[in-house]
């Protein structure tokens, strides 16, 4: 008997292992899928007056290969190649957009000025100055779309995240699910259930590629998932519910929150690492956010700028600035976003600002100190603070008027509160360019009647008639706050040689630059010096806040005017000015021109997606190296199930034949009876 028990158990070995290779090409190219491998255990002998005889083997178990470990690895790069991998496409789009020479801001830049630049060699058409503002049209349309096609990334940014909060719930409940399932399998022969290892691996290995997680392992055989500082997602058979909200912060914005006994909580995006959807989330925070905000700085300093020249200027209808028709903003652009938070204790607002551009810069241009990034103002109860979100500097005061005094040379914004809060803390979110691109128009009023583009100038600055002197003097200029002397009535400044300079300057300080170096003289006499620039403060009084340069000798009682520049429809020192501010520095506090920065964003954008698709590319290596290390251990040889075929085979015909003899033999034992 000893011979057929060994025999039959060696046949039922032979086709388990038969069945188990079968299994393994069968799954050759199942995704996640570890081979398996029977395990034979020698049974115990039997002892005979001559010694021990063996009883032959069984199969203990069906074993998987696998190694946490190496499967660890793998997860950990996918997690990261799939977090680069959505990082990747999202910039690559965003950097065909900015460069795109129909859709991106450098040619209607330069379609702009080129406009500005007819209107200054014919300041007297109307069909150039209709081209003039046809451009800036055209220029502003371009800011709208730019600023549309981002939004359309933001929207498609929020719908990714819904998507991507499905694909994580339904992952974690079926994870649950087969947790489950290897419970109650092992629970009846205490056997690994290793196909049902496997679907689990393949749904955390799926997982993983939307969010990275890590796990523990239960006594059971269940395996508990966590993501980002320990966020509980599958606990056992229970599984936790993410959700997609709108944030608090900013209703046009989805975030991740998590559904518990509360409630939805807020997820803060630092939380969520690895994965799609984190690359997601750093895309819109680090590079979407960035080109949003310096698309809106370039459209708000454009706009502020612009305008602050073009209101020193005279238009076709001799209007200057203070008179009833006169259009003094050529463009019109939003104020700054200010989002009070859902949870503040109540809707009391905060309001923001730009303010007036810095006057004239060392390249004769205005400027601006917008920054492109967000802001968030917090409020205590005692104490405000504003942090800016793009490098988290922060300022404080103990109120909003005192902290908007801090903030607005540097910022180029202003902030003020409705009549104070009640008690509690508050929160605001404020978008100083954000949304400028979408608001950037050309003013109606100049759209409507071309006429009004100030192209000249409002006063001009002459020398006497009856001079004897060589002495000459510019046809000036004006600062902001001007005061244009009346029609008729000039200011006459009179040459003196007893003194070698002028005694019938007004009463206000009057600054003489010479070579860089400024003196001001407050009262009496003031001193001419050969090509020297004239400044008078702006004021009240006809003729303050004019600039002019007087060169040449000029003789005792020469004078020169200051008058109002009437009639001078060929006029065109506004434009000049106004066309300067092309390649002037009119931003980042008079260190860069429109164009610059439009670069350097278009830069921005670039090298970071240089820099992402450098590490795409080391980490597709590193994922590679890793599922090849893992399937050397895991994966299915083709070659080696076939090897094992034809031994379980052998095995199959050699147990059967030790069947055939044993029958033969018991035959032979009845015949004898």
């Known amino acids: 008997m000893g011979l057929f028990s060994i025999g039959v158990q060696s046949l039922s070995n032979s086709q388990l292992g038969l069945a188990t290779t079968a299994h393994n090409i069968s799954n050759a190219n199942t995704e996640d899928y570890s081979r398996q491998r029977i395990i034979q255990v020698n049974n115990s002998p039997l002892m005979t007056g001559s010694g021990y005889v063996g009883m032959g083997a069984y199969v203990s178990t069906i074993e998987r290969i696998y190694s946490n470990f190496l499967t660890k690895q793998v997860n950990t790069a996918q997690t990261s190649l799939s977090e680069l991998d959505v990082y990747a496409s999202s910039l690559g789009e965003l950097d065909r957009l900015l460069t795109d020479e129909h859709a991106g801001l450098e040619s209607a830049l330069e379609g702009f000025f080129a406009g500005v630049n007819q209107l200054i060699a014919n300041p007297t058409s109307l069909a150039t100055r209709q081209t003039m503002v046809s451009s800036a049209q055209s220029l502003v349309a371009r800011f709208q779309s730019l600023k549309g096609q981002i939004d359309e990334q933001y929207n498609d940014v929020n719908g990714k ?100 006994a509360s409630g939805t909580q807020e997820l803060p995006e630092s939380l969520i690492s690895g994965g799609a959807i984190s690359g997601l989330l750093k895309y819109r925070s680090v590079s979407l956010d960035a080109a949003a905000n310096s698309l809106g700085q370039i459209a708000a300093s454009m706009a502020l700028t612009f305008n602050a020249q073009h209101a020193l200027g005279q238009d076709l209808l001799g209007n200057i600035d203070g008179d009833a028709n006169f259009v003094a903003d050529f463009f019109k652009v939003w104020e700054p976003r200010v989002v009070g938070n859902a949870n503040n204790p109540d809707a009391t607002m905060v309001t923001a600002n730009y303010v007036e551009p810095p006057p004239y810069s060392a390249d004769g ?66 978008q100083p360019a954000r949304n400028a691109a979408q608001g950037f128009t050309v003013n109606p009023s100049i759209a409507a009647d071309v006429r009004q583009v100030a192209a000249g100038a409002p006063i001009l600055a002459s020398v006497g008639q009856n001079n004897t002197g060589t002495a000459s003097i510019t046809s000036g200029s004006v600062l902001e706050g001007y005061t244009a002397p009346a029609t008729g009535t000039p200011l006459i400044l009179t ?4 003194v070698n300079g002028f005694t019938t300057f007004p009463s206000y300080p009057v600054t003489v630059s010479v070579n860089g170096v400024d003196t001001t003289y407050t009262a009496g006499t003031v001193p001419y010096i050969n090509g020297a620039t004239y400044t008078m403060e702006p004021g009240t009084t006809p003729g303050a806040g004019t600039r002019f340069v007087i060169s040449g000798t000029p003789k005792d009682g020469d004078t020169f005017e200051i008058t109002r520049n009437s009639n001078a429809v060929s006029d065109n020192r506004n434009a000049l000015l106004l066309g300067q501010m092309q390649t002037g520095k009119t931003m980042a506090g008079n260190t860069a021109s429109f164009s610059t920065m439009y ?75």
């Open 161 to 260: 995240i819904q998507s991507y909060v499905g694909s994580i719930n339904s992952y974690a409940k079926q994870i649950a699910t087969v947790n489950q399932q290897i419970i109650n399998a092992e629970s009846v022969n205490s056997q690994p259930p290793n196909d049902l290892y496997d679907q689990r691996d393949h749904l955390i290995a799926k997982l993983n590629e939307v969010v990275g997680i890590h796990t523990t392992t239960n006594e059971n055989g269940s395996l508990n998932v966590f993501f980002g500082n320990g966020q509980q997602l599958v606990v056992g058979t229970t599984a936790s519910s993410l959700t997609a909200v709108v944030s608090s912060e900013d209703p046009t914005r989805v975030v991740v929150g998590i559904v518990n």
């Open 365 to 430: 241009t205005f400027y601006t100190n917008l920054k492109a990034s967000d802001y968030r103002l917090d409020w205590d109860g005692t104490m405000a603070r504003l942090t800016r979100l793009s490098d988290n500097k922060q300022w404080t005061d103990a109120s909003i008027a005192a902290l908007s005094t801090q903030i607005e040379d540097e910022e180029g914004f202003s902030i003020s509160d409705s009549g104070g809060f009640a008690g509690g803390s508050y929160s605001f979110l404020i």
């Open 495 to 498: 040459y003196d040689s007893a």
């Open 599 to 673: 670069a350097q964003m278009v830069s921005d954008v670039g090298n970071k997606g240089n820099e992402v698709n450098t590490v795409l590319l080391s980490q597709t290596t590193v994922l590679r190296e890793a599922r090849d290390a893992r399937d050397a251990l895991s994966g299915v040889n083709l070659d080696e199930e076939a090897t094992n075929l034809l031994k379980y085979q052998q095995n199959y015909q050699a147990a059967a034949k030790m069947l055939q003899i044993a029958s033969g033999l018991f035959d032979s034992i009845l015949a004898i009876h």
